[in-house]
């Protein structure tokens, strides 16, 4: 086989391979290496790079280059090039506005374009730029979104030579393949932007229904993120067998986000519930009002009709005290500040047998059913039924994440979110779930979601607990082994809680 057959079957194959590599599913960065490695190759080219187009300039993402040893790659890391301006006057810049492939045999000869870039960079790397072959990288929409440039053709015997015409087609295949695989990664990068920021709108929205809730999921977030970074350190002996790679550090990061998305359906007045009868607390003491005013009426007509007696007098005092205390016992236990007392109790069971006469001649109780439960909740100021339903949140929430489908990476997006109340003894909620049916992830949702409650300004049922005081209680939840020790340590001796402090407007 001659040499010029051999050739065309490598060219071939070359291209073959990045066909292979665009429906594989590979990353970009390594499709757009791969692209601009076999268009080297094909063109025997020593250097060339790839730049997308971005907000009017062109940027730099892959720069290979054989003479200096070079490659470099600016995906995921900050571009410390300069970005390129588009001009008529620069040639990478020119084949934007042209559309148009541009072959120059040698920069140093050319006066159509301004090569003052390309002439510095070979005086500080003693570089010689000398060919150079530029097309204009083109999406579906025919809409320019990059540059793909070659670099000093070589003959056989390693001398820079021109760019040959007929390489100009093979490039401009080339070419078209690099514009498919910065369209997908554009649109991909859009879809993931539109995503995320869909993402952050529906937890800011969450948070935003209550007053009582402000910039809880954005602190949660920072607070996992954190913990991430310390995990992902290796300084902690405790973790030296968990990482987070990026696609285990974002599936942990949407779920915090989106831990609270089954909120969406829970009712204002149990998020907004502050006190034990919650707006039903004026209800009552109307109703006393009411009361105390029906007592007054049938005291004064009796004595009227039947004049005072020592009986009626003291009926009347007795009944005016019990009213009196009756209100301050409702008042005091309706802040929720203190447990009920068992005379407490005694008393309130008392007054919820009470009745009188109201407006329609119809006898009633001075309390319902529901304010007597209310008024005798042990802790909080939420019933048993009140907290149960907002308990469902994560059923709700795990409904409505299991509804949208996510990319492979995000599956356990919604698992997560369903599982952030669970505790490692099995008295969590929703599943009672324990142990080893609980990973890392969860661990660390749950502990820095008790965190944040405990610590939280905002919370309508109680005053903001200091952090040495919502360590004790997280401490003692490890010691009931209720949160992972692991977890709890690294949070405790990191103090992971200050990356919240001084940056409150950027949480």
């Not at 698992?415 to 009672?432: A, I, K, Q, R, T």
Request: with cysteine; hydrophobic share 40%; proline share 2%.
């Amino acid at each position: 086989m001659n040499y010029a057959k051999q050739t065309i079957i490598n060219n071939i194959d070359q291209l073959l391979d990045i066909g292979i590599a665009l429906s594989s599913g590979n990353k970009t960065e390594k499709v757009l290496e791969l692209i601009l490695k076999q268009a080297r190759v094909i063109t025997n080219a020593d250097a060339g790079s790839i730049y997308f187009y971005e907000n009017g300039k062109l940027n730099f993402k892959i720069m290979q280059n054989d003479t200096i040893n070079l490659e470099e790659k600016y995906f995921e890391t900050k571009n410390s090039l300069p970005a390129v301006s588009v001009t008529r006057e620069n040639v990478v810049g020119y084949a934007v506005i042209a559309d148009k492939l541009i072959n120059i045999e040698d920069v140093y000869n050319d006066d159509k374009f301004d090569f003052s870039g390309p002439k510095k960079y070979d005086r500080l790397t003693g570089y010689k730029t000398t060919s150079m072959l530029v097309i204009p990288l083109k999406n579906i929409d025919e809409e320019v979104i990059g540059v793909l440039q070659l670099i000093n053709a070589k003959d056989e015997q390693g001398n820079t030579i021109p760019f040959a015409e007929e390489y100009e087609k093979v490039f401009s295949a080339l070419a078209s393949q690099a514009a498919i695989t910065i369209s997908n990664f554009n649109y991909l990068t859009q879809i993931e932007n539109l995503l995320d920021s869909f993402v952050k709108s529906i937890a800011t929205a969450i948070d935003a229904r209550t007053k009582y809730n402000t910039n809880h999921t954005k602190k949660l977030v920072k607070l996992v993120n954190k913990i991430i970074e310390l995990i992902n350190n290796r300084n902690n002996g405790a973790f030296l067998n968990d990482y987070f790679n990026e696609e285990r550090k974002e599936q942990l990061i949407m779920a915090a986000w989106l831990h609270d998305v089954g909120k969406v359906v829970t009712p204002l007045t149990l998020l907004n519930k502050a006190s034990r009868l919650g707006d039903r607390l004026e209800l009552v003491l109307q109703r006393l009002d009411y009361i105390r005013a029906e007592t007054d009426k049938l005291y004064w007509q009796k004595k009227f009709e039947e004049d005072s007696t020592e009986s009626l007098e003291n009926w009347y005092n007795q009944k005016v005290e019990l009213i009196k205390k009756a209100r301050r016992l409702i008042i005091k236990l309706n802040s929720g500040e203190a447990p009920l007392t068992a005379q407490e109790e005694e008393n309130l069971k008392r007054y919820s047998q009470m009745s009188y006469i109201d407006g329609d001649g119809k006898q009633q109780k001075w309390l319902t059913e529901y304010e007597v439960d209310c008024l005798m909740i042990k802790r909080g100021t939420l019933t048993a039924a009140e907290r149960s339903q907002i308990e469902e949140h994560v059923k709700v929430g795990k409904n409505i994440l299991q509804a949208i489908p996510f990319l492979d990476r995000l599956k356990k997006v919604p698992d997560f979110v369903y599982m952030h109340h669970e505790l490692l003894d099995g008295s969590g909620y929703p599943e009672g779930l324990s142990g080893n049916q609980l990973p890392l992830e969860v661990r660390i949702l749950t502990l820095v979601d008790i965190f944040e409650a405990l610590t939280a300004s905002d919370r309508p049922y109680r005053n903001a607990l200091s952090i040495e005081k919502a360590l004790n209680i997280l401490g003692e939840m490890v010691k009931e082994e209720k949160l992972d020790a692991r977890v709890f340590n690294l949070f405790k001796n990191n103090r992971v809680w200050e990356c919240l402090e001084n940056n409150e407007q950027n949480v």
